[in-house]
């Protein structure tokens, strides 16, 4: 067995109590600002501001840390729109066949429809995959734990990071999703998690008006 190597915590930062107040304020403000948009711009992105979000995200706790995530970053505008088709076809299939009605009567305040136009138009797709195993290089298999729990707390901190920087962010779920691993080019072992929807609003986006749950109706203290 593997003896564990350990080294000494040096990057923690803690602050004063009331500066810890006001910083976890803050970030809770800005994070309440966040909105699902539907309409995008094609105004270009800075690919470096991409990357530093994905390493924010890739810098996720992971069972084991086996990290078994994979982002496919899409920019290319025949790959958008290859992805587009491919949505739009299951997403007409859901909306017109496989949807039970109350699930169409939850989406209904939201005014979605089988129409994808964002996915070509917004300026970057990023394609999140959950690593069913990893695969070492002799071809045998590692078994990754809690692979889809990790997964999805490392899309929690991307769309975090990707607001934060000034961005707005989709996530896209047709389903199934497997037209991503033939259009992607990706290995069996990844299954499509969810597909995110990056850019910045376009001029005439507009959001439903909803609400959130108050907040004693989703936190217990005990």
Known sequence: M???????????QEYPVEEMVRRSGDFAAALGRRRTIRQFSDRPVARAVI??????????????NMQPWKFVVVSD??????IRVEAEKEEHDFYTRRAPPE?????????????KPYLEQAPYLIAIFVERHGLLPDGRKVKHYYAGESVGIATGMLITALHMAGLATLTHTPSPMDFLNR???????EKPFLLL??????????????????FEEVVVFV
């Open 2 to 12: 593997t003896v564990p190597k350990f080294v000494r915590l040096e990057d923690y």
């Open 197 to 214: 929807v990056v850019g910045f609003p376009a001029p005439e986006a507009r959001v439903p008006v909803i609400t959130k749950k108050p």
């Open 51 to 64: 990357e530093n979000c994905l390493r924010a995200g890739a810098s996720a706790p992971s069972g084991a």
């Open 103 to 115: 699930w169409l009567a939850a989406l209904a305040p939201l005014g979605t429809d089988e129409h």
């Open 183 to 189: 259009i992607l080019q990706r290995p069996s072992n």
């Open 77 to 82: 505008l025949v790959v958008k729109q290859r």
